[in-house]
């Protein structure tokens, strides 16, 4: 069983809409959190990292929450636009942060 | 362009044949890593070295699978008697080391491989 649990699987938005794309782990010792952002046929590029003390933390139109209880997090994109169409992963590392583990990824298609 | 560069891009072979792969880090990373991903699912790690020693292979990578980085700089990853359930996208990822260990990986755009 994986241990980063992305939901949901594929998400359908109109252009200039919100969403929030989930991600519950069960990794442990926690390290970091981190969210990349996968176009079609590139690598993954990362978008933010939070540690334990982080709640949330924003990078432009993206912002991600972080509760370290209940082992979730959440990305949330503000007023998407066509170029947001991408997979979103959630990667948590373990404690000494070279036992990475990579949800499968939320599939997002803006149209507009 | 001073990302992560690997080549080639795409290769396509039939089964048995074998390949080899390169990635060229960026250049002050000294961590370098190798992932395989499949369609529809996040990276699996593979193996990764610091400078030039391989330091962890993950149980996925096989006998016929071997990964060297020789001078610590760039990295090839060689699949031998290649078989059909090897076709992926074959990622490699670059970082430095050290402090509270925050640094991102920055990957790159992968070589899509395709077994005939």
């Known amino acids: 069983k994986n241990q980063v649990e992305q939901s949901p699987q594929s998400l359908i938005i109109l252009e200039g809409k919100n969403c929030t794309l989930q991600?519950?782990?069960?990794?442990?010792?926690?390290?970091?959190l981190r969210w990349y952002k996968q176009d079609t046929g590139r690598g993954p590029v990362s978008l933010t990292i939070m540690t334990f003390s982080e709640n949330t933390k924003s990078n432009g139109r993206y912002t991600a929450t972080l509760d370290a209880d209940t082992k979730q997090s959440s990305l949330h994109i503000t007023a998407s636009q066509l170029s947001d169409s991408a997979s979103y992963i959630c990667v948590v590392s373990a404690g000494n942060n070279n036992d990475m583990r990579f949800g499968a990824g939320t599939r997002l298609t803006v149209k507009p | 362009d001073t990302g992560v560069s690997q080549d080639p891009r795409h290769k396509i072979t039939k089964r048995g044949q074998n390949v080899t792969f390169r990635c060229d880090p960026i250049?002050?990373?000294?961590?370098l890593y190798w992932y395989r991903q499949t369609l529809g699912q996040g990276p699996e790690f593979l193996t990764y070295?610091?400078?030039?020693?391989?330091?962890?292979k993950s149980r996925l990578l096989s006998d016929r699978f071997s990964a060297e980085r020789p001078k610590g700089s760039f990295s090839t990853l060689e699949i031998q008697r290649t078989e059909q359930g090897d076709s992926a996208m074959y990622l490699c990822a670059s970082r430095t080391q050290g402090g509270r260990d925050n640094q991102p990986q920055h990957f790159g755009d992968g070589t899509r491989l395709s077994i005939l």
């Open positions: 250049s002050e990373h000294n961590r």
């Open positions: 991600c519950n782990y069960t990794v442990s010792p926690f390290s970091n």
């Open positions: 070295f610091q400078n030039e020693a391989q330091l962890e």
